[in-house]
């Protein structure tokens, strides 16, 4: 199965029990699944941390990180645009 996986914030370093816990369910759905994930970086911060996204994820997308304002269209959205129709289409949902 393929899995599209959207996270705000970015897993590491893995230092609290949320991204602790995100972290152990990508890791056993990797197991038996192909999982896209995609998340906001904030570089330079994380980019240290960027060659260990392969142990949670087939493939590892990279929104950039900017603060917005509640009607600012959501940058998760504009970095995966083209992954999520191709998963709507999969899924048979229509925009």
């Given at each position: 199965?393929?899995?599209?996986f ?19 369910i990508l890791?056993?759905l990797?197991?038996?699944n ?34 917005a ?16 129709s ?10």
């Amino acid at each position: 199965m393929r899995i599209l996986f959207l996270s705000q914030r970015f897993l590491m370093p893995m230092d609290t029990g949320g991204r602790i816990r995100t972290g152990n369910i990508l890791k056993h759905l990797l197991r038996d699944n192909e999982i896209i994930l995609i998340s906001n970086v904030e570089k330079p911060k994380d980019t240290p941390y960027l060659p260990e996204m392969k142990n949670f994820c087939s493939r590892f997308i990279q929104a950039p990180w900017k603060k917005a304002s509640r009607n600012h269209p959501c940058s998760i959205r504009n970095a995966c645009g083209k992954e999520m129709s191709e998963a709507n289409q999969n899924m048979g949902i229509s925009e």
